[in-house]
């Protein structure tokens, strides 16, 4: 189907609807691509979670957010010729490639099923949501290997200059491994529902620094979906893969310690250390494949970043007022 007879298509169809209609889908049309629409919905929800994440390191005036939410139109538009491009070449990601990434996830997390599931409710995600983004991920690493990747070198040169100037960068993470206990408190739940969640917090917290078994405690309280079985394990984890509020908490954490409440954007958490190994520095054998892998990495995003900016050259871009 041609652009022309698809925006004829949509006037015809906009002509058939209620007046009241009419200007709502006008008013849901923020830019078309190509062939495809980026809808003023699609926008918000970008803008949202850009707002989210600059909000963590400060407040964002009016003008702040109007900026993200030009990046987030720009955003769209980069993922739309993305999808447009795999579409062309008919690149394809399988069910069990998703099934087999999933499972490497939850390896090399020492992670079951049940405590995916749980990791991925704190962060406020669903399972199906989370294989969704699973398979685009892969996708567009597939169409970064075809059109980009496989054109890059990495030299053993650069990877030793990278090697000598961030020496500290290579020592080994330290590892977590913890338990929580989860109390859900939705955004918009009233002052003295929250207040209750608040008090029942306080008082398993009472019960656990006294010395009651931690996971016995998370499968009575917890509205983590997997603690019934579980106990609230989260499994093994490093720097930067948890919610920056458990992380802080963790961090200062010794073994067998049990936090303060925490507070997320989901509710509030319990969280008990069980262990914490320190890593060692890693010598040159060692971190000459992550080195590599980094700059595989840098060298990639800045040539498909210039790819994506070639597409955008060549295609029909249309942004409404």
Do not use: C
């Amino acid at each position: 189907m041609t652009r022309i007879f698809k925006i004829f298509f949509l006037i015809v169809l906009l002509a058939s609807l209620p007046a009241t209609s009419y200007a709502e889908v006008i008013d849901r049309i923020a830019a078309i691509v190509n062939d495809d629409i980026i809808t003023t919905l699609e926008v918000e929800k970008e803008t949202s979670l850009l707002v989210k994440e600059a909000e963590k390191k400060a407040p964002l005036t009016d003008d702040g957010k109007a900026k993200l939410k030009a990046v987030a139109l720009d955003r769209l538009i980069d993922k739309k010729l993305i999808e447009q491009k795999i579409k062309e070449l008919d690149i394809k990601v399988s069910e069990e490639e998703v099934r087999q990434s999933m499972e490497e996830v939850k390896k090399q997390n020492n992670l079951t099923q049940e405590n995916l599931i749980a990791a991925l409710a704190v962060q406020g995600l669903s399972f199906d949501q989370y294989k969704a983004q699973l398979k685009e991920q892969l996708e567009r690493l597939r169409l970064m290997s075809q059109e980009v990747r496989s054109k890059i070198q990495v030299g053993i040169t650069e990877i030793m200059d990278f090697y000598n100037a961030n020496r500290a960068r290579f020592g080994e993470e330290d590892l977590f491994r913890a338990r929580h206990i989860f109390f859900k408190i939705n955004k918009d739940a009233p002052a003295e529902e929250a207040k209750r969640v608040m008090a029942t917090a306080m008082s398993v917290l009472h019960e656990a620094r006294s010395g009651k078994d931690f996971a016995e405690l998370a499968k009575k309280y917890s509205d983590d979906p997997g603690a019934a079985k579980d106990g609230g394990e989260l499994g093994s984890f490093k720097k930067g893969d948890m919610l920056p509020e458990i992380e802080s908490a963790v961090i200062n954490m010794k073994p067998g310690e049990i936090s303060d409440l925490v507070s997320t954007p989901a509710g509030l958490h319990i969280i008990q250390l069980e262990k914490k190994s320190l890593g060692s520095i890693k010598t040159f054998d060692e971190a000459k494949g992550e080195i590599e892998e980094i700059l595989y990495k840098k060298k990639s995003e800045e040539r498909f970043n210039q790819w994506v900016d070639d597409l955008r050259k060549g295609a029909a871009i249309e942004i409404k007022p």
